[in-house]
C-alpha cells in the first residue's frame, strides 16, 4: 500500500485526495484531508450522519509549526482483530478489532514531517500525533495543540471545569449554550488552577441531540501533559487545551514522539459507552513480565474515621511546630484523638480477618501530620518513620499471623519531588514489613513549583512511581494523580486511582445519587476508580456532630456500586462497628468478587442510572447491581446472559419506604429462584439501588 | 544579663539605647541600634574607623514586613573562646573566639518579633536572622532581605557579575565607580540568568582606599537562597539580593527558623584574609558520628582528554536518539573516540598504582551522553548503566587489586529532580562497586524548572545529597553547586567543590596568572575548591590542533597550586604521558599531602601574590607554596614558622627564562640546606610560581 501510495504522490504531486475508512462493522467512516491552509483535517460520521465536522489537527512548538502548510505524503491502511487477556478487570478477555489508517504529512519551508494514526473501532475512534526526527532537531518544545472536535448541534455535555490541579467537582449536565452558565456555578479549588475561559475536562460525555453518546477522552497518557478542552457554544466547537507548566510550556518533546490518543467512544445505545475496551485497547501491553503478585482486593481503612471529623487527626500531636526528621516525637505530647494507634490498628485487623477483608489501610501512621503547610515547605513526611504509638513491628506481626495486609498510606501533600527523593526507601521499608500496596495522595499544590498536578512533569512522575513500585512489587491505589487513561493495562500494579468526587464528599458536601450515575460513563472509562463504596451509615451526624447532611444514597444502593464502580481494589470505607450493627447487608460485601471475567450492561442512561452484571473471574456466579438517581425506578433486569442451568438469587433492595433522605437504611434481603431468560422487575428506591448475588444451584 | 535588659526595658520603654560589643582584641567596634523607622541598623569600625557606616537590616515577606516598626525589646552578649579539630583542613585545630550580641525586636500591628545574633571576632563579624515563631503563622514567604553593606568611599572591588546559576567568571578589579564597565565585559551563559541591575556574587573582595582588606559573603547556607549583593556606586552601598526561584519567591520558611550568617572577614593584613577561619566557625559542628572512612586524597581523571576536544567524547556512540533505559547499548555502533572504556581506565588505573595516587575519576562511563539536551527532556543519565565498553566488574575488581579507588562521576545535567529519583540507586550502585567518592555535576539550567542552581530549593538539594551520601559514607566533589559556605564542617564528606571558573578553563579561553592569586581570597572562603591543578602540558595545541591558547601557567606554579589551592580532594589533573615526560616535577605531586595541620600566610595581595607554608597532617614536613601574577617577582620566605633545627628544602621552581607564556615547562628543581628563621628569597617567573618541600634532617 505504501509503494501504491508513493507512486500516486509522484503522479499527483501536492493533490493527493482525501482518504477515508470505515470501522469494521461499518458504522463509523472517518474522512482525512489537508484544507486550503495544508493544515490536516478528519471528521467522523456515525450511521451515515456527521458526529464530528471537518476539525483541524495540529500541534504548535517554539520551534516549528505543526498546524500548516502540509500536504499528504502518503497514507497506509490495516485492518487488525486480536484479543489480549488483562491480569484484572470486567473481562478475561478484551478483544481489540479496528481498521488503522496512517496519514503521513510533510511539509517544507521548513522541512516537517507528521504523522497522524487513526485507529477506528466498531464503538469509536482514537489517533494520536506520532512526531519522528525532524530535520534539523530531535527536540520540540510544545505549547499548543490545535485539535478540534467540531460537533453538530448544540448537544448536551456532561462536564466538569477545566482545571490543571484537580478533577474532584460535581458533574453538570448541560448543553453547549448553557455550559458558561453551568461553570458558574463552581467554586475554585484554593490550591488548584481552573483552566482560563470556557474548558472542560476529559473524560467528557456528550449526548448528540439525535441520541448518541459519545465519551470523549485519551488513552496512553505517558510523558506529554494532561488534554483540557476548549469550548466554543456558538459553533459547538472544541479543541486541545493542554495543561501547561507553571511557566507556560505543556511539553518538552524527544523525537521520535506518540502523543497520547485521542479518543471518541460513540453510539446510540448509552450501555455501549460503559462496555467500551477502546481506551484499554489503545494502551500499550503489559510491560510488568511477572503479574503473579498482582493481587486485587478488598480492604478497609483507618481513615473514615479521621476523614469525617469529630476531633480525630491524622496528628499524632498537636504540636504543629513539629518537624518530621528533625523532632524527636517520642517526647511530644500525643494528642490522644489519634486513630492510627496499635490498638485501634488491631482492632480493623481482627474485624478484617474475622470477615475475609484482605487488608487495611491505615492513614497518619507517619511523621509529618502535625501541619499542613504542603507548598509552604519543601520538605513534609517522612515514609519510613512510624509515629510513636503505631507500633510497626508489632502491627506487621499481627496482620501477618491473622492473614491480613496492611496497606501503606503516602501522603506526599502534594511534594512529588520530596516524594521522588524518598521513594525507594519508602517501597524498601515497606517491602521490609511486609506492605505490599500503596495509597498515594497529593493534596495540596505541587513542589516542584513549576508544575501542576497533570503537567507534563507530573504524568512522568506519576509513571515512574508506578514502575518503581512494580520493581518492588507494590501495587498502587494513586489519588489526586492526574485522571486514568487506560495506562493499567500497561502497568497493572496499577489496581485504581481517585481522580474524580469520591465517596470521601459524602462528608464534605455530599454526593448527589446521580453522581454515581454519571462517573461510570465518564471517569471510569480511563480505570478504576477507587471509589470507596460500603458506606452503611450516611448520616454524617453520626459521626461529627457538626455535620448534618448525610450521603446521597441508600444501604442497599452502596451494595449495588461494588458492581456499578468495579475496581481490583475496593474498599469496605465504613467503621467496622458500622458493619456489626448490619451484619445481612455486610455479607453481600464479604461475598462480592472484586475480579470479573464477564460484564454486561443491562440498562443505562448517564446520569440516570445504570444496571450491570458481572460473572466472578472465580467461580460461575454473578452479581448484579443496579442504581438510580434520586427518582424510584423500575430496574429491568434481562437474565438471558445466564447459560442454562436453575439459579438463586439473593437480592439486596431498598425496602418499599426506603429513600436516600429519609430512610436510607431501610432494606429487605430476599432470596428467589431464577432461570436464563428471566427478567426480572427489581424497584429501586430514590437515591437507592440493588445487589444481586446469582448462584447456581 | 537577660534579666538587666529586662528591667532596663520596663523603664525606658520604647527607648532602649543602641548597643555595642567589641571584638576580643578590641580591633572592631559594632553598633547597633533602631532608626527613626524602627529599621534596626548596625555599623561597624576596625581600628577606630568606620568600615561600615550605619546600615540596615530586615527581611520582606508576603505575609509581613520585618523591616520597620520594630523597638529593641532586650539584649544578651557572650563571649565565647573554644576551639574545635577538623576532619581535615588547613589546620589541625582552630579557635573559635568571638564575642556574641543578641538582639530581640518587637513590633506591634501587627506583631512580629526578630532576633539578630552578633558574633564578633578579631578577624571580623558574623550575623544572622533569627526568626521565631510569629504571632498566627508559622510560615512565611520570603520576597526580599534587606540587610545593607555600607561602605565608606569608592573602594576597589574584586567581583564577579551576580548571577543566579552560574560563578565560572573571571574577576573584575574595579572599584564602586568602575563596576557598571567592568560588568559589561561580562557576557552571559546561554543557560544561566544573570540578575538584574548592578549585581555581584560573594564571595567579594573589597580593599578600602584606608588599605583595609574585606571578605563579605556568608557562612552555613542551608534551607534559604544564596545571596548576592547589590551594588549601589553612588552611594558606596550594597545591599543582599537573594536568589529567587523563577516564580519570583526567595524562600518559604517554617519557624522557627535561623538565616545563613552574613559575614566581613576585614583586615588591614591581606594575610589574615586568607587564615581566617571566621565562615567554617560559623557553621555548625561535625554532624557525621563517625567520620573514618573520610579520607582526602589525590586523584586523576579520565577527563581532561575528553575535556580538550579532540575528537574524544564522553559519549560511546554517536546516535543522538539513543534514550537510556529504552535503548538497547549493546547494539548501538561505538564511535571509537569514547576514553571512558575498560583498556584506557586500566592504563589510568596502572599509572594511579604506580606513582601512588589514591583515586581514579571516570566520566562518561554511564548511559545518557549521546546528545545534550538537558532542560529539554525530564530524564537524561542513568546511574547505575555503565556503557558497553566500561567493564565495570572487571575495572572494580582490577582497582582493588591495584589499590586504586575508582572515583564515580554523577552529571546530572543539571536535572536535579531525576537526579533525587536515582539517588539511593546511584549510591548502593556505587557502594556494590567499591566506590567510595563521587563527583557530581549540573551543567545546563535546572529542573526542577521552577529552579535556579541556587534557589532555595536547590540549596536544599545540595544538602540532601550531602547527607544521603554520608549514609552510603560517599565522599562527594560537587561541581555547577550553590558556591559553598562552609557547610564541609558540619558534612565533611563534602570534600570538594568547583563553584568557580576552575583550572578547566585553560582549554575554553584560558585563566590568567592573577586567577589563582585572587580565588583563594574570594570562592576558597567557602571551602575547597575542586581546582584541578597540575598541568603540566599547558600548550592547548598538544591536546587539540583547534585550539591555540595556552595555560595562564609555568610547570613549577601548577605544583605551587597543591599549598595555595588546598583541598582535600586534589586532582593530578593531567594526562599520565605528560607526567611521565616529567618524571621528576611529577614527583611533588606524588609527595605533596592533601592534608594539613598547620598553615602559615607569609605573603599576599589579592590578584598579585600569595606565599603559603603548610605543615603535613601526617608528619613534620613543611611545604611552601608562592605564586605570583603575569609579572616576574621574588618571594620573600620567613621560615621562622619552622621549629629548631636543620632542614632540607627541595625547591621546584621557575627557570631563569621561564615565562608562562613562551616557556612554561622551564622549572628547576635544586635541594639547600635551609634553618629556621632564614629568609629565602625565591624567584618567580612571569606567571610562575615555586614549590619547596621542607624536610627536617
Same mark, same amino acid.
Not at 131 to 154: A, H
Not at 434 to 442: E, F, I, L, S
Not at 590 to 606: G, I, N, T
Given at each position: 500500500?505504501?509503494?501504491?501510495?508513493?507512486?500516486?504522490?509522484?503522479?499527483?504531486?501536492?493533490?493527493?485526495?482525501?482518504?477515508?475508512?470505515?470501522?469494521?462493522?461499518?458504522?463509523?467512516?472517518?474522512?482525512?484531508?489537508?484544507?486550503?491552509?495544508?493544515?490536516?483535517?478528519?471528521?467522523?460520521?456515525?450511521?451515515?450522519?456527521?458526529?464530528?465536522?471537518?476539525?483541524?489537527?495540529?500541534?504548535?512548538?517554539?520551534?516549528?509549526?505543526?498546524?500548516?502548510?502540509?500536504?499528504?505524503?502518503?497514507?497506509?491502511?490495516?485492518?487488525?482483530?486480536?484479543?489480549?487477556?488483562?491480569?484484572?478487570?470486567?473481562?478475561?478477555?478484551?478483544?481489540?478489532?479496528?481498521?488503522?489508517?496512517?496519514?503521513?504529512?510533510?511539509?517544507?519551508?521548513?522541512?516537517?514531517?507528521?504523522?497522524?494514526?487513526?485507529?477506528?473501532?466498531?464503538?469509536?475512534?482514537?489517533?494520536?500525533?506520532?512526531?519522528?526526527?525532524?530535520?534539523?532537531?530531535?527536540?520540540?518544545?510544545?505549547?499548543?495543540?490545535?485539535?478540534?472536535?467540531?460537533?453538530?448541534?448544540?448537544?448536551?455535555?456532561?462536564?466538569?471545569?477545566?482545571?490543571?490541579?484537580?478533577?474532584?467537582?460535581?458533574?453538570?449536565?448541560?448543553?453547549?449554550?448553557?455550559?458558561?452558565?453551568?461553570?458558574?456555578?463552581?467554586?475554585?479549588?484554593?490550591?488548584?488552577?481552573?483552566?482560563?475561559?470556557?474548558?472542560?475536562?476529559?473524560?467528557?460525555?456528550?449526548?448528540?441531540?439525535?441520541?448518541?453518546?459519545?465519551?470523549?477522552?485519551?488513552?496512553?497518557?505517558?510523558?506529554?501533559?494532561?488534554?483540557?478542552?476548549?469550548?466554543?457554544?456558538?459553533?459547538?466547537?472544541?479543541?486541545?487545551?493542554?495543561?501547561?507548566?507553571?511557566?507556560?510550556?505543556?511539553?518538552?518533546?524527544?523525537?521520535?514522539?506518540?502523543?497520547?490518543?485521542?479518543?471518541?467512544?460513540?453510539?446510540?445505545?448509552?450501555?455501549?459507552?460503559?462496555?467500551?475496551?477502546?481506551?484499554?485497547?489503545?494502551?500499550?501491553?503489559?510491560?510488568?513480565?511477572?503479574?503473579?503478585?498482582?493481587?486485587?482486593?478488598?480492604?478497609?481503612?483507618?481513615?473514615?474515621?479521621?476523614?469525617?471529623?469529630?476531633?480525630?487527626?491524622?496528628?499524632?500531636?498537636?504540636?504543629?511546630?513539629?518537624?518530621?526528621?528533625?523532632?524527636?516525637?517520642?517526647?511530644?505530647?500525643?494528642?490522644?484523638?489519634?486513630?492510627?494507634?496499635?490498638?485501634?490498628?488491631?482492632?480493623?485487623?481482627?474485624?478484617?480477618?474475622?470477615?475475609?477483608?484482605?487488608?487495611?489501610?491505615?492513614?497518619?501512621?507517619?511523621?509529618?501530620?502535625?501541619?499542613?503547610?504542603?507548598?509552604?515547605?519543601?520538605?513534609?513526611?517522612?515514609?519510613?518513620?512510624?509515629?510513636?504509638?503505631?507500633?510497626?513491628?508489632?502491627?506487621?506481626?499481627?496482620?501477618?499471623?491473622?492473614?491480613?495486609?496492611?496497606?501503606?498510606?503516602?501522603?506526599?501533600?502534594?511534594?512529588?519531588?520530596?516524594?521522588?527523593?524518598?521513594?525507594?526507601?519508602?517501597?524498601?521499608?515497606?517491602?521490609?514489613?511486609?506492605?505490599?500496596?500503596?495509597?498515594?495522595?497529593?493534596?495540596?499544590?505541587?513542589?516542584?513549583?513549576?508544575?501542576?498536578?497533570?503537567?507534563?512533569?507530573?504524568?512522568?512522575?506519576?509513571?515512574?512511581?508506578?514502575?518503581?513500585?512494580?520493581?518492588?512489587?507494590?501495587?498502587?491505589?494513586?489519588?489526586? $494523580?492526574? =485522571?486514568?487513561?487506560?495506562?493499567?493495562?500497561? %502497568?497493572?500494579?496499577?489496581?485504581?486511582? &481517585?481522580? @474524580? *468526587?469520591?465517596? +470521601?464528599?459524602?462528608?464534605?458536601?455530599?454526593?448527589?445519587?446521580?453522581?454515581?450515575?454519571?462517573?461510570?460513563?465518564?471517569?471510569?472509562?480511563?480505570?478504576?476508580?477507587?471509589?470507596?463504596?460500603?458506606?452503611?451509615?450516611?448520616?454524617?451526624?453520626?459521626?461529627?456532630?457538626?455535620?448534618?447532611?448525610?450521603?446521597?444514597?441508600?444501604?442497599?444502593?452502596?451494595?449495588?456500586?461494588?458492581?456499578?464502580?468495579?475496581?481490583?481494589?475496593?474498599?469496605?470505607?465504613?467503621?467496622?462497628?458500622?458493619?456489626?450493627?448490619?451484619?445481612?447487608?455486610?455479607?453481600?460485601?464479604?461475598?462480592?468478587?472484586?475480579?470479573?471475567?464477564?460484564?454486561?450492561?443491562?440498562?443505562?442512561?448517564?446520569?440516570?442510572?445504570?444496571?450491570? $452484571?458481572? =460473572?466472578?473471574?472465580?467461580?460461575?456466579?454473578? %452479581?448484579?447491581?443496579?442504581?438510580?438517581? &434520586?427518582? @424510584? *425506578?423500575?430496574? +429491568?433486569?434481562?437474565?438471558?446472559?445466564?447459560?442454562?442451568?436453575?439459579?438463586?438469587?439473593?437480592?439486596?433492595?431498598?425496602?418499599?419506604?426506603?429513600?436516600?433522605?429519609?430512610?436510607?437504611?431501610?432494606?429487605?434481603?430476599?432470596?428467589?429462584?431464577?432461570?436464563?431468560?428471566?427478567?426480572?422487575?427489581?424497584?429501586?428506591?430514590?437515591?437507592?439501588?440493588?445487589?444481586?448475588?446469582?448462584?447456581?444451584?
Amino acid at each position: 500500500m505504501k509503494n501504491i501510495m508513493s507512486l500516486l504522490l509522484l503522479a499527483t504531486a501536492m493533490e493527493m485526495a482525501a482518504v477515508s475508512i470505515t470501522s469494521p462493522n461499518g458504522a463509523f467512516l472517518l474522512n482525512v484531508d489537508v484544507n486550503a491552509e495544508g493544515t490536516p483535517v478528519y471528521s467522523l460520521d456515525y450511521k451515515g450522519k456527521p458526529v464530528i465536522k471537518s476539525s483541524r489537527l495540529g500541534i504548535v512548538t517554539k520551534e516549528t509549526d505543526f498546524t500548516k502548510g502540509f500536504h499528504i505524503a502518503g497514507t497506509d491502511t490495516a485492518t487488525v482483530d486480536r484479543s489480549w487477556e488483562p491480569v484484572w478487570g470486567e473481562y478475561s478477555t478484551v478483544r481489540d478489532h479496528f481498521r488503522e489508517l496512517t496519514v503521513d504529512l510533510k511539509a517544507e519551508h521548513p522541512e516537517r514531517a507528521l504523522t497522524v494514526r487513526f485507529r477506528l473501532f466498531d464503538d469509536g475512534l482514537g489517533f494520536r500525533y506520532e512526531m519522528p526526527v525532524q530535520n534539523g532537531s530531535n527536540y520540540l518544545t510544545v505549547t499548543d495543540e490545535i485539535t478540534e472536535f467540531n460537533y453538530t448541534d448544540n448537544h448536551k455535555l456532561y462536564a466538569i471545569p477545566g482545571d490543571y490541579d484537580t478533577d474532584e467537582y460535581l458533574w453538570s449536565e448541560t448543553t453547549f449554550s448553557g455550559l458558561e452558565d453551568a461553570l458558574k456555578n463552581y467554586h475554585r479549588h484554593s490550591e488548584a488552577q481552573r483552566a482560563e475561559g470556557l474548558t472542560v475536562q476529559t473524560p467528557l460525555l456528550i449526548k448528540t441531540t439525535d441520541g448518541v453518546y459519545i465519551n470523549a477522552h485519551e488513552a496512553a497518557l505517558d510523558g506529554y501533559p494532561a488534554m483540557l478542552l476548549d469550548v466554543d457554544p456558538a459553533t459547538y466547537s472544541m479543541k486541545s487545551h493542554l495543561v501547561p507548566d507553571r511557566l507556560g510550556v505543556s511539553a518538552y518533546l524527544q523525537m521520535p514522539f506518540n502523543t497520547p490518543w485521542r479518543t471518541l467512544i460513540a453510539s446510540d445505545d448509552a450501555r455501549d459507552i460503559l462496555s467500551s475496551q477502546l481506551v484499554l485497547n489503545l494502551n500499550e501491553p503489559c510491560k510488568i513480565e511477572d503479574t503473579s503478585w498482582i493481587k486485587p482486593m478488598k480492604f478497609m481503612g483507618v481513615w473514615w474515621e479521621m476523614f469525617t471529623g469529630n476531633q480525630k487527626t491524622w496528628a499524632y500531636s498537636d504540636d504543629h511546630l513539629a518537624k518530621p526528621g528533625v523532632t524527636d516525637y517520642s517526647k511530644l505530647t500525643p494528642n490522644g484523638r489519634h486513630p492510627a494507634n496499635t490498638e485501634n490498628v488491631k482492632r480493623y485487623i481482627d474485624f478484617a480477618a474475622a470477615n475475609g477483608i484482605d487488608g487495611v489501610l491505615v492513614e497518619g501512621w507517619n511523621e509529618g501530620w502535625e501541619d499542613w503547610a504542603s507548598y509552604r515547605k519543601n520538605r513534609q513526611f517522612l515514609f519510613d518513620k512510624p509515629y510513636p504509638d503505631f507500633d510497626l513491628p508489632a502491627l506487621r506481626d499481627y496482620a501477618k499471623e491473622k492473614g491480613v495486609k496492611l496497606i501503606m498510606h503516602h501522603e506526599t501533600a502534594a511534594n512529588a519531588a520530596d516524594y521522588e527523593l524518598q521513594l525507594d526507601r519508602a517501597f524498601q521499608f515497606m517491602k521490609d514489613n511486609n506492605y505490599d500496596a500503596v495509597k498515594t495522595g497529593y493534596v495540596g499544590a505541587i513542589i516542584p513549583r513549576s508544575e501542576h498536578h497533570t503537567s507534563q512533569w507530573m504524568v512522568d512522575h506519576a509513571r515512574h512511581v508506578i514502575e518503581r513500585a512494580a520493581d518492588y512489587q507494590i501495587m498502587v491505589d494513586s489519588h489526586e $494523580a492526574p =485522571r486514568p487513561t487506560g495506562l493499567c493495562r500497561t %502497568y497493572p500494579n496499577w489496581l485504581a486511582q &481517585e481522580s @474524580a *468526587r469520591g465517596g +470521601e464528599f459524602e462528608s464534605m458536601g455530599g454526593n448527589p445519587p446521580s453522581h454515581t450515575c454519571i462517573l461510570p460513563f465518564t471517569r471510569l472509562k480511563g480505570g478504576p476508580m477507587d471509589y470507596t463504596p460500603g458506606l452503611f451509615e450516611t448520616r454524617m451526624s453520626y459521626y461529627n456532630e457538626g455535620k448534618d447532611s448525610q450521603a446521597g444514597t441508600t444501604l442497599a444502593r452502596q451494595l449495588a456500586l461494588y458492581m456499578t464502580m468495579p475496581s481490583p481494589m475496593q474498599m469496605a470505607c465504613d467503621l467496622p462497628e458500622n458493619y456489626e450493627r448490619f451484619p445481612d447487608a455486610f455479607q453481600f460485601i464479604k461475598d462480592v468478587p472484586v475480579d470479573w471475567s464477564d460484564s454486561r450492561y443491562l440498562e443505562a442512561e448517564p446520569n440516570r442510572y445504570i444496571t450491570v $452484571a458481572r =460473572r466472578d473471574k472465580h467461580s460461575d456466579d454473578w %452479581y448484579v447491581g443496579a442504581i438510580t438517581d &434520586e427518582n @424510584a *425506578r423500575v430496574a +429491568e433486569i434481562d437474565l438471558s446472559f445466564l447459560p442454562d442451568g436453575k439459579y438463586e438469587a439473593k437480592i439486596y433492595e431498598d425496602a418499599p419506604d426506603a429513600h436516600w433522605k429519609d430512610n436510607p437504611q431501610a432494606y429487605r434481603i430476599r432470596t428467589v429462584k431464577v432461570k436464563p431468560g428471566q427478567k426480572l422487575r427489581q424497584p429501586l428506591a430514590p437515591g437507592g439501588g440493588a445487589a444481586i448475588q446469582i448462584r447456581k444451584l
